[in-house]
């Protein structure tokens, strides 16, 4: 039995050294990367590139083998050169709205909504009538956002000139020094201050939210043209991510409310 055995075991080591050279010329198909360009962008991309961008790679590669999307960091103000270069190939969590209108990407369906309030000290008298106008008002906002009161212009000295916004790096920054009576409004990301204010619910008692929203988020995902991945394909995987719930969990773990 022994002998039979490593007559076996010697004829099956044999076989494999004949066919490897021709199953080596049939190497397993390798997954396209697709690049995706994040810029700090809180809660959808904190500081170091987590935030629910991440989460959303991890769920469209989880969904299927052929594509693999890889987060690249980048800035707000260098996000459009780098598409246009291909040094990524698509890009979450943005609007054609928000400087993109000439230039060569395609958009998938609207996917997730969020929002842009403002945030004023809190005080004896204060109350949401702060926010009817925003004239004599000052405001911090972040470099390289769009807002919709300032037309959705960029330009640090444009919004500083003309709409009295001073630009800095950081939503939490703003906020304090709102509190700390340095300005009269921050603008932020209603996600990013409901996320904000669990870490700090002391400061919840110290500002005013307003009910106005400068502009309603309509997040998309934008590619380059002629990349690896389309629009089409990517509405296909966020349709399947919706359908199946798991959209939806990223959005509840993220304090999201779609």
Do not use: C
């Not at 394909?233 to 509840?252: K, P, T, Y």
Request: aromatic letters at 10%.
């Amino acid at each position: 039995m022994t002998a039979i055995v490593a007559r076996r075991t010697a004829l099956s080591v044999a076989l494999s050294l004949v066919l490897l050279p021709f199953l080596s010329a049939f190497p397993a198909t390798a997954a396209t990367t697709v690049k995706v360009g994040a810029y700090e962008f809180p809660p959808y991309v904190t500081e170091g590139g987590a935030g629910v961008t991440q989460g959303l790679l991890d769920l469209l590669n989880a969904a299927q083998n052929d594509l693999r999307f890889e987060l690249v960091l980048t800035s707000p103000q260098r996000r459009y050169e780098d598409l246009e270069q291909g040094r990524f190939d698509a890009i979450a969590f943005e609007s054609v709205a928000w400087g993109w209108k000439e230039r060569p990407v395609d958009a998938t369906r609207v996917f997730l909504q969020d929002a842009e309030v403002f945030v004023a000290k809190a005080g004896p008298g204060v109350d949401q009538s702060i926010f009817d106008s925003l004239d004599g008002k000052t405001i911090l906002g972040r470099l390289g956002y769009h807002y919709a009161f300032a037309g959705y212009n960029s330009d640090p000295k444009t919004l500083e000139s003309v709409y009295r916004t001073r630009v800095t790096v950081t939503h939490e920054g703003n906020v304090r020094n709102v509190i700390a009576g340095r300005a009269t409004f921050a603008i932020v990301t209603r996600s990013f201050l409901n996320q904000f204010l669990k870490g700090e619910p002391d400061l919840a008692k110290r500002i005013l939210v307003s009910g106005r929203t400068d502009q309603i988020y309509q997040h998309t995902i934008l590619v380059r043209r002629g990349g690896p991945v389309t629009a089409a394909a990517l509405d296909a995987l966020l349709d399947r991510l919706e359908a199946d719930g798991r959209l939806g969990a990223l959005w509840a773990r993220s304090g999201i409310a779609p």
